[in-house]
C-alpha cells in the first residue's frame, strides 16, 4: 500500500481529536469473538478495534454493521483471519511450497488465498510465517520456508507482495522474532539467540516482508535471550522503528500480553499492559489488557498518552489505507463465487506438482509404466483431511482429492487398495508389479502446540513397510508429512521415495501425475532430513568450529579428536536444497568474473543429459574464507529455475551484489569484510562446480 495521502492524514486527525482516551484503547483490542457473549456491546461502546477467527461472512457483516451504524464514531473493525495455506482453495503446506523455489508461483498462490479470503470478509491475513527453522521436532515447522534467510526471505516477500496484490488486504508476517529457535523444538519454549544470529539468521524474512510493503507484523510468543518479544524494546522499537522506520502496526500474537504473567515478567495483567505498550505493541490479540488497563494506566501517568496515539494513529492509518470506511457490504454472492475457482484449483495444482521432492529412484522404478498393476498401500492414501495439512480452517475436506483418487483415476481395476492390514498388503503386493505405499503423519501432527521428539513413523506404519519390503517388489514410497521425518531404514527400504508432504485439495492428481511421469519432480528441498534425533538442529550453513569433521586446515592431531559422533555421521539423510529429477543434469564451464563494481558475476553451462524435459534449481553458495566473525561453510546467494529438454545446455548466470555478502561484525553493524570467498553453482548444499573470487 502506498504512503499516507494528505486527506488520509486530515480525515485520521479529525478522528483522532474527536476520540475519548477510552475510544483510543478500543482501537488497540483485538477479540476472536466465540470467546466474548457480549462482544456486540463491546463493538457499540467502542471497545473492539478488530475482530478475527470469524470464517462466517454473515457475522463479519453483523459485527461490522454495529461498528459502524451503532457506535459512536462509526469506526469500522479491522477483520483478521489465518490464512496460511489457502483460504478455501487449500494449497501444500508452506514448508512444501517452499520446495518449489518458485517465488513467481507462490506470489500467484498468496494471490488467489487473498482473493478468497476479502471475497469472504478478511482484510487482515495473519500470514506469511516467516520463523527460520532449524528445528523438525516444532509443530509449526510446518507453517515457514525452512531453514534458509535466503531463501525465506524471497519467498516471504512474494507471499506479501502476492496477499497486498489484492485491494483491502493487508498481509502479517510473524513470529517475530526468533520464534522458529524454541530450544528443544517444543513449541513456545524459550529462544535464546544471540544478537548476531538475530540479525543474521531469524530478522532477514522479516525486513524483506517490510521491504515488499507488509503494513503489520505479529509479535511473537516466545522470549529472547531472556526478554519476551512482546516487552522486547530492542526488537520493537531499536530495530523495527529506529533502524528500519518501519511505520507499520504491532499485534502481539494469542494472549500473549497475558502471558508475560506465565514468564514471569510482570505481576499481573496491568503490568502487562503496561510492559507492552510502552515496549510498542499496538494491538493486544485477546488478553484484554489494554481494555481493562491502559485507560487507568495513562489517567495515572503510568503510560504516556502521546505512546497510545501513536499506536492509535497506526491502526487508524491501516484502517483508512484498507479503504474500510468506504467499504460496500460485503457481496453474499461474490463471497461463495470466489471460491474454488477452476483458476484456483489450478494453481493449486500448480504448486503441488512442485512441491513434490523426489528423493530416490533406484533403477528408475519411476515412473511407473502406464499399464502397471499397483497395489497402493496405507490409511493416508485414503484421506481427505489429512491432504490439507496443520492450518487449513477455512478449507474442506470433502474439496481434497486423495492419493487413491489420483492413482485410481490412472489405473482402474489395475489398483488394488489396502489400508493398514499387513496380510491383504502382501498379498497384493505379490499380485502386483509395484507397490505405491502412503506413509507419514496425519496432519494433526504438526502445527501449533503439536511438536514430537522422535521422528520416525508414527503407529505401525514401519512394521508395513519392512512386510511390504520383504515381498522383493518394486517398493514405491510415498511420504505424506508435515515436517523432517528421520527416517534411514525407510530410506534403504524403498526402491524410490517420494516426498509429497500435506500437499492440498489437489494432492491425488498431483502425486500420480509424478509417479507416472507426466510431470517431471522438480521440488527442492528447504529444509534438512535428519538421519536421528540426536544430530538436531542440523543445517547445511553451520560453522566450520575449529575441528571440523573433514580434515581441513593443519591440523595437528588425528580422528577422533574432530567435532563429529561415535554412533553416527555428521551428514543428514538428505541436504538442503536437494531434490532430484527423471533426467540428470551436468553442470560445467564455471567462470567467475571477478568483482569490477559492487557485483560478484558468476556462470555455469547446465545440460539435461536425461531423455525427459525436466526443470532444474540451480543454486549458487559462497563461503567467506577468513572474516572477524566465523562464517558458515556454505550460504545460498542466488537460485534459479531452468526448465531444459531432453539434450538441451544453458547458461546459468547469477549477478550477486557484494553488499550481499556480508555479515554482522563485532560492532554489530552489518558489514562486508574483503577477503578470498569461495563460490558454488551445483544442484544443492552439497555439491556443485567450485570456484573462488576475492572482493
Ligand atoms: C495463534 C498463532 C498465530 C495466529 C494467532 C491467531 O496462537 O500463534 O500464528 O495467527 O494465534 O489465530
Known amino acids: 500500500m502506498t504512503g499516507t495521502s494528505q486527506s488520509t492524514i486530515a480525515r485520521l486527525e479529525d478522528l483522532v481529536g474527536r476520540m475519548t482516551l477510552a475510544e483510543k484503547v478500543g482501537q488497540l483490542n483485538l477479540l476472536q469473538p466465540h470467546r466474548f457473549t457480549d462482544l456486540e456491546e463491546k463493538i457499540r461502546n467502542g471497545q473492539v478495534g478488530g475482530v478475527f477467527g470469524v470464517l462466517n461472512p454473515a457475522d463479519i457483516e453483523r459485527y461490522q454493521r454495529v461498528a459502524r451504524h451503532e457506535s459512536r464514531l462509526g469506526i469500522p473493525l479491522l477483520v483478521g483471519n489465518d490464512v ?116 543474521d539468521v531469524y530478522l532477514p524474512p522479516f525486513k524483506a516482508a517490510f521491504d515488499a510493503g507488509a503494513e503489520t507484523v505479529m509479535s511473537s510468543f516466545n522470549d529472547i535471550a531472556g526478554v519476551a518479544a512482546t516487552i522486547n524494546h530492542f526488537t520493537l522499537r531499536t530495530i523495527l522503528r529506529e533502524e528500519w522506520g518501519w511505520p507499520g502496526v504491532v499485534v502481539s500474537d494469542y494472549t500473549a500480553i497475558a502471558e508475560l504473567i506465565e514468564h514471569g515478567v510482570a505481576a499481573d495483567l496491568r503490568d502487562a499492559a503496561r510492559l507492552s505498550l510502552l515496549a510498542g505493541v499496538d494491538m493486544d490479540m485477546q488478553s484484554e489488557a489494554y481494555d481493562r488497563h491502559l485507560v487507568a494506566l495513562v489517567s495515572e501517568g503510568a503510560v504516556p498518552l502521546d505512546l497510545v496515539d501513536e499506536a492509535v494513529r497506526r491502526v487508524l492509518r491501516l484502517k483508512f489505507q484498507l479503504g474500510l470506511f468506504e467499504r460496500e457490504r460485503l457481496d453474499q454472492g461474490r463471497a461463495e463465487s470466489a471460491l474454488l475457482t477452476e483458476e484456483a484449483r489450478e494453481v493449486a495444482l500448480r504448486v503441488a506438482h512442485e512441491s513434490l521432492v523426489l528423493l530416490k529412484n533406484d533403477g528408475d522404478a519411476l515412473p511407473l509404466t502406464p499399464n502397471a498393476r499397483v497395489a497402493l498401500v496405507g490409511e493416508l492414501a485414503d484421506s481427505r483431511k489429512d491432504m ?48 505405491v505405499s502412503v506413509v507419514g503423519e496425519t496432519a494433526d501432527l504438526s502445527g501449533e502446540a503439536h511438536c514430537r521428539a522422535h521422528l520416525g513413523l508414527p503407529g505401525q506404519q514401519a512394521a508395513l513397510l519392512e512386510a511390504l519390503a520383504e515381498t522383493g517388489k518394486p517398493l514405491v514410497v510415498v511420504l505424506a508429512t508435515g515436517r523432517p521425518l528421520a527416517i534411514p531404514r525407510v530410506v534403504e527400504q524403498a526402491t524410490a521415495l517420494v516426498l509429497a508432504w500435506h500437499p492440498g485439495i489437489r494432492a491425488g492428481r498431483a502425486v500420480a501425475d509424478v509417479l507416472f511421469g507426466d510431470v517431471n519432480p522438480s521440488g527442492r528441498l528447504a529444509i534438512t532430513f535428519p538421519r536421528t534425533e540426536g544430530q538436531i538442529p542440523i543445517y547445511y550453513a553451520h560453522k566450520s568450529t575449529g575441528r571440523p569433521a573433514e580434515g581441513q586446515g593443519t591440523l595437528q592431531f588425528d580422528v577422533p579428536f574432530r567435532s563429529t559422533y561415535l554412533d553416527e555421521p555428521n551428514a543428514p539423510l538428505f541436504p538442503f536444497g536437494f531434490g532430484l529429477s527423471y533426467t540428470r543434469f551436468a553442470y560445467s564451464d564455471l567462470e567467475i568474473e571477478s568483482p569490477i563494481t559492487d557485483r560478484v558475476v558468476a556462470c555455469a553451462n547446465v545440460r539435461n543429459v536425461g531423455g525427459r524435459a525436466a526443470t532444474e534449481v540451480a543454486q549458487l553458495y559462497v563461503r567467506d574464507l577468513v572474516a572477524s566473525i566465523t562464517r558458515p561453510v556454505r550460504e545460498l546467494k542466488a537460485f534459479e529455475r531452468i526448465t531444459l529438454q531432453p539434450g538441451e545446455s544453458r547458461q546459468v548466470r547469477f549477478d550477486v551484489p557484494v553488499a550481499s555478502l556480508g555479515f554482522t561484525g563485532l560492532d554489530m553493524r552489518y558489514q562486508v569484510e574483503p577477503g578470498e570467498f569461495r563460490l558454488w553453482i551445483g544442484s544443492d548444499s552439497a555439491s556443485g562446480l567450485e570456484g573462488s573470487f576475492r572482493i
Not at 103 to 130: C, K, S
Not at 424 to 432: D, F, I, S, Y
Open 388 to 435: 490439507l495439512g496443520c492450518w487449513s480452517h477455512t478449507g474442506r475436506a470433502e474439496d481434497a482429492e486423495t492419493i487413491l483418487d489420483g492413482l485410481s483415476a490412472r489405473l482402474g481395476s489395475r489398483l488394488e487398495y489396502v489400508a493398514s492390514e499387513v496380510t491383504a498388503a502382501v498379498a497384493a503386493a505379490r499380485t502386483a508389479d509395484a507397490v
Open 84 to 199: 496460511i495455506h489457502g483460504y478455501r482453495t487449500v494449497f501444500p503446506i508452506p514448508l512444501a511450497e517452499a520446495c518449489t523455489w518458485d517465488p513467481g508461483l507462490l506470489e500467484q498462490a498468496a494471490q488467489v488465498a487473498a482473493r478468497e479470503a476479502a471475497a469472504n470478509g478478511t482484510d487482515w491475513i495473519f500470514a506469511p510465517m516467516v520463523d527460520i527453522c532449524r528445528e523438525p521436532r516444532w509443530g509449526r515447522v510446518a507453517e515457514g520456508a525452512g531453514e534458509d534467510p535466503y531463501l525465506g526471505s524471497v519467498i516471504a516477500a512474494a507471499r506479501v507482495r502476492g496477499f497486498q496484490s489484492i485491494e483491502g488486504i493487508a498481509a502479517c508476517p510473524k513470529h517475530y522474532v526468533a520464534y522458529g529457535a524454541v530450544e528443544a523444538g517444543r513449541d513456545y519454549n524459550s529462544v535464546d539467540v544471540s544478537e548476531r544470529a538475530l540479525r
